[in-house]
C-alpha cells in the first residue's frame, strides 16, 4: 500500500507537471472571428520569417511593408519614424557580419486602432520587427508582431474598444534598444500611453509568462489574473530578471508612470538567435498561448474605464497554468504562521523524532545535506559540463534540455542519498526558517518555499487524523501538488538561469522532504545508497556528453565555438 502511495503522488505530480508546462493547443483558422487562432497568424509568420532581416537590410524593408500593410487593412492609422542607429549599434553590426556599416538608418512602425473615448489613456502594444545577424527570428520576434495583428483583428471582429490600443513595432532592438529609446524618449504619443503590452521570445516555444511588471504591480496583478485563462508566470520570475542584466524594449519604458506587463516564452531555448529558427521550428502552441494572453490582456486594458492605479508589489504565481494566486504582504506573513503552525504539530506527533533532539537534528541535517550537498554536486556537474568554457552562450541554450536532466538526476541521487536522516520524518524546522528568511528578504519570492510547506504541512495533519486506509489520499494529494508545482517551477528555472547556475535547484529538493517523510516511512540505506550512485553516474556522463558534443548546429552565426 505505502508504495502504491508513493507512485500515485508520483503520478500525479508529472501529470500537473506537463500541465502546468504545457502551452495550449493552436486553435485552426476556421475559429470565430473574435477570437485569436495561431493558424491565422502563422500566415504572417511565414511570410515575415522567410529569410532574416536585420536592421537597414531589404529584407527589413520588405518585412516592413507587410506589416504596415497588414495594419492598413485592419483600418488603423499608421505612421513610421526614422533615425540613426548609434555607434554602439555600428559596433555590433560590424562584429555580426564582418564590415562595421559608416551608418543605418532605423524605422518604427506605429499604428493606432481608435477606441471609443479617445482622450483616454491609450494600450501600447509593442514587439520588434528586426532580427540579428542570418536568424529568420520566427520566434524573436515575429511570434510577438503576429500576436498583436492577430489580436487587433480580433478585437476589431468583436467591436470597438473603449480607448485606443497603439501598436508600436520597433526597429533596432537587437542592436540595443535604439528604436525603443526613440520612441519613449522624443515621440510626442508617448504622453498618451497609459498602459504597454511587450511580447518577446529567447527560444521557439514553451508557456508565455509574465515575467516582468511595473513596480507596485498589485492592481496589475489583479487585473492579469482576472483576465488571462490560461496565465503563466510569477513574482519569482519578475525578482529574478531584475537581477539579471538582461533588457528588452520595455527597460526605456519603465521609466514612465504605466502600467506595463512583459510576456514571452523560453522554450526550445537552442533556437535563440539561430538560422534554425524557421516558422516550421515555432512551436504554435506557444503563438496561441502568447496571442491569447495579448488578446485578452488587451482587451481587459481596453476595455476599462479606468486603468490599475499603483498598489504596493502582491506575491503572485500560476498554478499549473489553471489560475494566478496572489497576495500582498499581510497574507503573506499570515500563511507563513499558518505553515509554521502545521510543521510544529507535525513535528511534536512524530514519534520517530518526539523526545529526541538527535533524531530531530538529523532532520535539519538531511535538509542541510540536500542543499549543500546537491548544490555542490549540481556546481561541479555544470563545470563538468562546460559551464566555465569561452564563448559557449548559445552551445549551453541547446544543452538545457539534457542539463536539466542531469539536475534533475542529481536531485534524486541526492534525496536517494540522504534518505536515512528523512524517511520517517514529518515537518521541517529549517523549511520553516527558510521561509521566513525570504519573507523577510524578498516576501514576493516566498511562495516558492511557503506553498511547497503549506501544504506538506496540511498534508501531515489531516492523513494524522484519517483513519487507515483513508489517510493515503491526503498523502497522494499533497505529494501530487506539491511534486508538480516544484518540478513546474524547476523546470521554469532551468530553462531561465539553469546553464549558469543550477545549483538553485537543490533548495526546490530540500522542500521535497517534509513530504517525502511523510510517504516513505523508511528505507532500506543500501539500497537508496545504490540509487544514489546510479543517479549521480548518469548525471555525471550526461555532463561529459555536453561537454564532449560536437556545437550544436543551432548556435547563432555571429557567436564563437565552443572553447
Given at each position: 500500500?505505502?508504495?502504491?502511495?508513493?507512485?500515485?503522488?508520483?503520478?500525479?505530480?508529472?501529470a500537473?507537471?506537463?500541465?502546468?508546462?504545457?502551452?495550449p493547443?493552436?486553435?485552426?483558422?476556421?475559429?470565430?472571428?473574435?477570437?485569436?487562432?495561431?493558424a491565422?497568424?502563422?500566415?504572417?509568420?511565414?511570410?515575415?520569417?522567410?529569410?532574416p532581416?536585420?536592421?537597414?537590410?531589404?529584407?527589413?524593408?520588405v518585412?516592413?511593408?507587410?506589416?504596415?500593410?497588414?495594419?492598413e487593412?485592419?483600418g488603423?492609422?499608421?505612421?513610421?519614424?526614422?533615425?540613426?542607429?548609434p555607434?554602439?549599434?555600428l559596433?555590433?553590426?560590424?562584429?555580426?557580419?564582418?564590415?562595421?556599416?559608416?551608418?543605418l538608418?532605423?524605422?518604427?512602425?506605429?499604428?493606432?486602432l481608435p477606441?471609443?473615448?479617445?482622450?483616454?489613456?491609450?494600450?501600447?502594444?509593442m514587439?520588434?520587427?528586426?532580427?540579428?545577424?542570418?536568424?529568420?527570428?520566427?520566434?524573436?520576434?515575429?511570434?510577438?508582431?503576429?500576436?498583436?495583428?492577430?489580436?487587433?483583428?480580433?478585437s476589431?471582429a468583436?467591436?470597438?474598444?473603449?480607448?485606443?490600443?497603439?501598436?508600436?513595432?520597433?526597429?533596432?532592438?537587437?542592436?540595443?534598444?535604439?528604436?525603443?529609446?526613440?520612441?519613449?524618449?522624443?515621440?510626442?504619443?508617448?504622453?498618451?500611453?497609459?498602459?504597454?503590452?511587450n511580447?518577446?521570445?529567447?527560444?521557439?516555444?514553451?508557456?508565455?509568462?509574465?515575467f516582468?511588471?511595473?513596480?507596485?504591480?498589485?492592481?496589475?496583478?489583479?487585473?492579469?489574473?482576472?483576465?488571462?485563462?490560461?496565465?503563466?508566470?510569477?513574482?519569482l520570475?519578475?525578482?529574478?530578471?531584475?537581477?539579471?542584466?538582461?533588457?528588452?524594449?520595455l527597460?526605456?519604458?519603465?521609466?514612465?508612470?504605466?502600467?506595463?506587463?512583459?510576456?514571452?516564452?523560453?522554450?526550445?531555448?537552442?533556437?535563440?538567435?539561430?538560422?534554425?529558427?524557421?516558422?516550421?521550428?515555432?512551436?504554435?502552441?506557444?503563438?496561441q498561448d502568447?496571442?491569447?494572453?495579448?488578446?485578452?490582456?488587451?482587451?481587459?486594458?481596453?476595455?476599462?474605464?479606468?486603468l490599475?492605479?499603483?498598489q504596493?508589489n502582491?506575491?503572485?504565481?500560476?498554478?499549473?497554468?489553471?489560475?494566478?494566486?496572489?497576495?500582498?504582504?499581510?497574507?503573506?506573513?499570515?500563511?507563513?504562521?499558518?505553515?509554521?503552525?502545521?510543521?510544529?504539530?507535525?513535528l511534536?506527533?512524530?514519534?520517530?523524532v518526539?523526545?529526541?533532539?538527535?533524531?530531530?537534528?538529523?532532520?535539519?541535517?538531511?535538509?542541510?545535506?540536500?542543499?549543500?550537498?546537491?548544490?555542490?554536486?549540481?556546481?561541479?556537474?555544470?563545470?563538468?559540463?562546460?559551464?566555465?568554457?569561452?564563448?559557449?552562450?548559445?552551445?549551453?541554450?541547446?544543452?538545457?534540455?539534457?542539463?536539466?536532466?542531469?539536475?534533475?538526476?542529481?536531485?534524486?541521487?541526492?534525496?536517494?542519498?540522504?534518505?536515512p536522516?528523512?524517511?520517517?520524518?514529518?515537518?521541517?524546522?529549517?523549511?520553516?526558517?527558510?521561509?521566513?528568511?525570504?519573507?523577510?528578504?524578498?516576501?514576493?519570492?516566498?511562495?516558492?518555499?511557503?506553498?511547497?510547506?503549506?501544504?506538506?504541512?496540511?498534508?501531515?495533519?489531516?492523513?494524522?487524523f484519517?483513519?487507515?486506509?483513508?489517510?493515503?489520499?491526503?498523502?497522494?494529494?499533497?505529494?501530487?501538488?506539491?511534486?508538480?508545482?516544484?518540478?513546474?517551477?524547476?523546470?521554469?528555472?532551468?530553462?531561465?538561469v539553469?546553464?549558469?547556475?543550477?545549483?538553485?535547484?537543490?533548495?526546490l529538493?530540500a522542500?521535497?522532504?517534509?513530504?517525502?517523510?511523510?510517504l516513505i516511512?523508511?528505507?532500506?540505506?543500501?539500497?537508496?545508497?545504490?540509487?544514489?550512485?546510479?543517479?549521480?553516474f548518469?548525471?555525471?556522463?550526461?555532463?561529459?556528453?555536453?561537454?564532449?558534443?560536437?556545437?550544436?548546429?543551432?548556435?547563432?552565426?555571429?557567436?564563437?565555438?565552443?572553447?
Open positions: 500500500m505505502r508504495i502504491l502511495t508513493f507512485f500515485a503522488a508520483l503520478l500525479g505530480a508529472f500537473l507537471a506537463i500541465i502546468g508546462t504545457t502551452p493547443g493552436a486553435v485552426g483558422a476556421n475559429a470565430p472571428a473574435a477570437d485569436f487562432s495561431a491565422r497568424a502563422m500566415e504572417d509568420v511565414r511570410i515575415i520569417s522567410a529569410r532581416h536585420v536592421t537597414g537590410s531589404p529584407e527589413n524593408a518585412v516592413r511593408t507587410h506589416i504596415i500593410g497588414r495594419f487593412e485592419l488603423m492609422e499608421v505612421t513610421a519614424t526614422q533615425g540613426q542607429v555607434e554602439r549599434g559596433e555590433k553590426m560590424g562584429h555580426w557580419s564582418g564590415t562595421r556599416p559608416d551608418s538608418t532605423f524605422t518604427n512602425i506605429i499604428a493606432t477606441g471609443r473615448d479617445r482622450t483616454k489613456p491609450a494600450v501600447l502594444l514587439a520588434h520587427h528586426d532580427t540579428v545577424w542570418n536568424s529568420p527570428g520566427a520566434p524573436d520576434d515575429t511570434a510577438g508582431i503576429v500576436s498583436i495583428i492577430e489580436s487587433l483583428r480580433a476589431s468583436q467591436g470597438q474598444l473603449e480607448r485606443d490600443v497603439v501598436a508600436l513595432i520597433t526597429d533596432a532592438e537587437e542592436l540595443g534598444l535604439v528604436g525603443a529609446r526613440q520612441f519613449f524618449a522624443e515621440n510626442p504619443l508617448r504622453t498618451r500611453i497609459g498602459a504597454i503590452i511580447v518577446e521570445a529567447r527560444g521557439g516555444g514553451g508557456r508565455t509568462t509574465l516582468q511588471t511595473s513596480r507596485n504591480n498589485g492592481n496589475a496583478v489583479k487585473l492579469y489574473a482576472n483576465a488571462v485563462g490560461t496565465p503563466g508566470g510569477s513574482s520570475a519578475t525578482f529574478v530578471y531584475e537581477a539579471l542584466p538582461n533588457d528588452t524594449d527597460t526605456p519604458a519603465l521609466e514612465m508612470d504605466v502600467v506595463a506587463y512583459n510576456l514571452s516564452f523560453i522554450g526550445r531555448p537552442g533556437l535563440y538567435h539561430s538560422p534554425k529558427a524557421t516558422p516550421d521550428r515555432l512551436d504554435q502552441g506557444s503563438v502568447m496571442g491569447q494572453q495579448t488578446l485578452e490582456l488587451m482587451r481587459a486594458l481596453g476595455g476599462a474605464e479606468t490599475p492605479a499603483a504596493p502582491r506575491t503572485f504565481f500560476d498554478l499549473f497554468g489553471l489560475v494566478v494566486i496572489h497576495y500582498g504582504a499581510v497574507v503573506g506573513w499570515l500563511l507563513l504562521a499558518l505553515t509554521a503552525a502545521l510543521h510544529i504539530f507535525a511534536r506527533t512524530n514519534t520517530q518526539l523526545g529526541n533532539t538527535n533524531r530531530l537534528w538529523r532532520s535539519v541535517a538531511a535538509s542541510l545535506s540536500v542543499i549543500i550537498g546537491g548544490g555542490g554536486l549540481l556546481y561541479a556537474l555544470n563545470w563538468l559540463s562546460g559551464s566555465t568554457a569561452p564563448n559557449a552562450y548559445y552551445d549551453r541554450l541547446a544543452a538545457t534540455p539534457m542539463l536539466e536532466v542531469q539536475a534533475l538526476l542529481i536531485c534524486i541521487g541526492i534525496l536517494a542519498a540522504t534518505a536522516l528523512w524517511a520517517g520524518r514529518k515537518g521541517s524546522v529549517f523549511g520553516v526558517v527558510i521561509a521566513l528568511a525570504a519573507q523577510i528578504l524578498a516576501p514576493t519570492t516566498a511562495f516558492i518555499v511557503v506553498f511547497p510547506l503549506l501544504i506538506s504541512g496540511l498534508a501531515t495533519v489531516i492523513a494524522q484519517t483513519p487507515k486506509p483513508w489517510d493515503a489520499a491526503p498523502k497522494i494529494i499533497g505529494g501530487a501538488l506539491v511534486g508538480g508545482f516544484l518540478l513546474q517551477y524547476g523546470h521554469q528555472l532551468m530553462q531561465g539553469g546553464p549558469s547556475i543550477p545549483s538553485l535547484t537543490a533548495l529538493a522542500l521535497t522532504l517534509p513530504l517525502l517523510g511523510l516511512p523508511a528505507v532500506n540505506a543500501r539500497k537508496s545508497l545504490g540509487l544514489a550512485i546510479l543517479c549521480i548518469a548525471a555525471t556522463a550526461i555532463a561529459l556528453f555536453v561537454r564532449l558534443d560536437p556545437v550544436a548546429d543551432t548556435v547563432a552565426d555571429y557567436a564563437s565555438l565552443k572553447g
